[in-house]
């Protein structure tokens, strides 16, 4: 990425902006897409976790065209208001745009389509990318929200929680120097646990 500034600044959150309807605020993020209708432009922004839109109309401010590319890591600061069309219900009126970065590269593939269309292997390559995309995303929103209940579920009736050592020296069993650093199996230290009063629950490996 181009760095192009980098000022301290507050930037809301997509959740929080419905409780400053009239008011200025500033966000950041990255150009999701942006759609033009007649004297209107509408900039969809994506926050990490969340679309944003924000409205231009004609003639109210002056951007260079190059502001607009896809992948562009702008702030923009405006007036929050009302709109059921749009994400969250609200959108900025955009008074102020600065980039803070621009991709260096092309990016290999389209995010803002409604399907996310890569090979495997350009997947992978460039997961740091693919990952923006709302359902690649959501790939680990869901399983972090199984996890969540599993926890919760577990945490309520006495159980408690144990982080077992991933990095050691050497294996704590025969067999285990598969990896020269990570752990291959955790049974020692979970049996360990319950010999010292934890309760254990039934499970299956192999």
Same mark, same amino acid.
């Given at each position: 990425?181009? @760095?192009?500034?980098?000022?301290?600044?507050?930037?809301?959150?997509?959740?929080?902006?419905?409780?400053?309807?009239?008011?200025? #605020?500033?966000?950041?993020?990255?150009?999701?897409?942006?759609?033009?209708?007649?004297?209107?432009?509408?900039?969809?922004?994506?926050?990490?976790?969340?679309?944003?839109?924000? @409205?231009?109309? *004609?003639?109210?401010?002056?951007?260079?065209?190059?502001?607009? *590319?896809?992948?562009?890591?702008?702030?923009?600061?405006?007036?929050?208001?009302?709109?059921?069309?749009?994400?969250?219900?609200?959108?900025?009126?955009?008074?102020?745009?600065?980039?803070?970065?621009?991709?260096?590269?092309?990016?290999?593939?389209?995010?803002?389509?409604?399907?996310?269309?890569?090979?495997?292997?350009?997947?992978?390559?460039?997961?740091?990318?693919?990952?923006?995309?709302?359902?690649?995303?959501?790939?680990?929103?869901?399983? *972090?929200?199984?996890?969540?209940?599993?926890?919760?579920?577990?945490?309520?009736?006495?159980?408690?929680?144990?982080?077992?050592? @991933?990095?050691?020296?050497?294996?704590?069993?025969?067999?285990?120097?598969?990896?020269?650093?990570?752990?291959?199996?955790?049974?020692?230290?979970?049996?360990?646990? #319950?010999?010292?009063?934890?309760?254990?629950?039934?499970?299956?490996?192999?």
């Amino acid at each position: 990425m181009e @760095k192009i500034i980098a000022e301290p600044h507050l930037s809301y959150r997509a959740q929080e902006l419905a409780q400053y309807n009239g008011q200025s #605020v500033t966000i950041s993020g990255a150009i999701y897409k942006v759609r033009r209708f007649g004297g209107l432009r509408f900039i969809i922004i994506r926050d990490g976790e969340s679309l944003i839109q924000c @409205k231009i109309e *004609a003639g109210n401010v002056s951007i260079p065209a190059d502001y607009y *590319a896809e992948g562009n890591y702008v702030l923009v600061s405006g007036i929050c208001a009302k709109e059921e069309r749009a994400p969250h219900g609200v959108e900025i009126k955009l008074e102020s745009i600065a980039v803070l970065s621009r991709p260096v590269e092309e990016l290999p593939f389209s995010i803002n389509r409604k399907i996310f269309k890569a090979s495997l292997d350009t997947n992978l390559d460039f997961r740091s990318i693919s990952l923006r995309h709302p359902k690649q995303r959501a790939i680990f929103i869901i399983q *972090a929200n199984i996890g969540q209940l599993f926890r919760e579920g577990l945490t309520r009736i006495g159980f408690t929680e144990i982080h077992t050592p @991933k990095l050691v020296f050497a294996g704590a069993e025969g067999g285990a120097n598969v990896f020269k650093l990570v752990a291959a199996v955790l049974q020692a230290n979970n049996g360990w646990c #319950v010999r010292t009063g934890f309760r254990g629950w039934t499970s299956f490996s192999g």
